[in-house]
């Protein structure tokens, strides 16, 4: 289970849910494709060399091997590192959850935010990510890097601002009653 289910509230549900963008994990595939690239160049030339036996081939293989382990390492904990940001903003809150083994949470309450800066560098707004910084009340700011689709995150939190000081229901009439008076009379 998720942690973002297993910290709803009674009568809260998930609005909308996003992640870190793929672009989190280019400098990963970048460096396990070099990896990979490396592991396969030795393995080449390795197979197109008469066989000695002598222990420069021996070593020649664990490099080649220990490469293509590396490599495979690297994209997955670029897998892992996206996958284990949740961000949602829910009817009553927004969550922020990052790590996997270290965990930082941050919670904040919808009537608690102030603004939500977005800064979208060019290649971001092509590629649809950027950064958010949630101000809240007092200040307090919370900033999330490559985020994706940072401008409807923004949009369904402002959607909840507005239905959460929407206040409640009309009554089931459709008609708003008039305030009470001192006596408990309502005015007409």
Known sequence: MSYLKASL????????????????????????????????????YLLHQPRSG???EHLMEGGAAALLVCGIAAVLVGVVRRNATE???TTRRVVVKQGLVNRKTIEMLLNKIETIEISEPM??????????????????????????????????????LEKLSAGPALP????????PTRSGESLR
């Open 9 to 44: 509230v009674p009568g809260e549900t998930v609005v909308y849910q996003t992640r870190l963008h793929w672009i989190v994990m280019l400098r990963h595939i970048l460096l396990g494709v070099l990896l990979l690239a490396g592991s396969g160049a030795l393995l080449s």
């Open 54 to 56: 002598n222990t420069s």
């Open 87 to 89: 961000i949602a903003v």
């Open 123 to 160: 290649a971001g707004r092509m590629l649809g990510y950027g950064s958010i910084t949630i101000v809240g009340t007092g200040g307090t700011t919370e900033p999330f890097h490559k985020i994706a689709h940072p401008l409807q995150f923004r949009s369904e939190v402002q959607q909840q």
């Open 172 to 179: 089931a009439s459709g008609v708003a009653q008039a305030p």
